[in-house]
C-alpha cells in the first residue's frame, strides 16, 4: 500500500509516521529526515539543500523526485511505503504518478492530519527548545506555513481529483487518540482492498 503522510509543518507526521510503520510494516520513507541527514554528513546533495531548508523553502522538484525515485527502488519498498514530505507541490504529485505507473503502482491513500496553526506554530517552538532544530524558529516557521499553504496544500485536490481516497484526521489530540484515528482510516482501506 502505497500512502502518503500528509499535514503541515509540527502536524505530527514524524512521530505518527512511526506507529503506522510498526503497525503495517511499511517503510517510512521521510524526505525531510533523509535531506538533515544528508546536510549534516555534509555530502554534494546536503550542501545543495542545506540553505534551501535553513530559510524554509521547498528543496526544487528535480532534485526532490531523483532522491525518491531511488529510495522507492529498493527491495524493502516493493510491498508500499509511507511517504512523509512528499510530494510536496501538485508537480511533485505528478511526477510521483508517473513514477509509480511505470510499475502498475499508484497511491492508495493519503492520510491528512489537520492541526490549527496556533497549535502547529507552539508545536514547532517547543520542538526547537528539545531538539535544537535550526530551521524551528518563528520566521521560518511562519514562512514554512505560508508554503505549505500555498504550495502544497493543493496536493490534496490533485489526488481527491484523481480519485486517490484522502482521509483527514483531526491531528490536535494526545499522541494516542491521532494514532487510533490513522489506524482506522488505514484499516477501512486495506479492508477495501482486500
Given at each position: 500500500m502505497i500512502t502518503i503522510l500528509f499535514g503541515p509543518p509540527g502536524g505530527g507526521k514524524g512521530t505518527q509516521a512511526a506507529h503506522i510503520t510498526e503497525r503495517f510494516g511499511l517503510p517510512h520513507v521521510s524526505t525531510g529526515e533523509m535531506l538533515r541527514k544528508e546536510a549534516d554528513k555534509g555530502t554534494e546533495l546536503g550542501n545543495e539543500v542545506a540553505p534551501i531548508m535553513a530559510e524554509g523553502r521547498l528543496v526544487p522538484d528535480d532534485l526532490i523526485v531523483r532522491v525518491i525515485e531511488v529510495r522507492l527502488a529498493e527491495p524493502d519498498a516493493a510491498r508500499g511505503v509511507l511517504l512523509d514530505g512528499f510530494p510536496r507541490t501538485v508537480s511533485q504529485a505528478d511526477s510521483l504518478d508517473r513514477m509509480l505507473g511505470k510499475s502498475g503502482r499508484r497511491v492508495d491513500l493519503?492520510?491528512?492530519?489537520?492541526?490549527?496553526?496556533?497549535?502547529?506554530?507552539?508545536?514547532?517552538?517547543?520542538?526547537?527548545?528539545?531538539?535544537?532544530?535550526?530551521?524551528?524558529?518563528?520566521?521560518?516557521?511562519?514562512?514554512?506555513?505560508?508554503?505549505?499553504?500555498?504550495?502544497?496544500?493543493?496536493?490534496?485536490?490533485?489526488?481527491?481529483?484523481?480519485?486517490?481516497?484522502?482521509?483527514?484526521?483531526?491531528?490536535?489530540?494526545?499522541?494516542?487518540?491521532?494514532?487510533?484515528?490513522?489506524?482506522?482510516a488505514m484499516d477501512r482501506v486495506a479492508g477495501s482492498r482486500a
Open positions: 493519503v492520510l491528512c492530519l489537520d492541526v490549527p496553526e496556533q497549535v502547529l506554530v507552539d508545536r514547532l517552538l517547543g520542538r526547537a527548545r528539545e531538539e535544537g532544530r535550526a530551521d524551528d524558529n518563528l520566521d521560518t516557521i511562519q514562512t514554512r506555513l505560508t508554503v505549505y499553504r500555498r504550495d502544497t496544500a493543493p496536493v490534496l485536490d490533485h489526488y481527491r481529483n484523481s480519485g486517490v481516497r484522502v482521509e483527514t484526521v483531526d491531528g490536535d489530540a494526545s499522541v494516542e487518540e491521532v494514532t487510533r484515528r490513522i489506524y482506522k
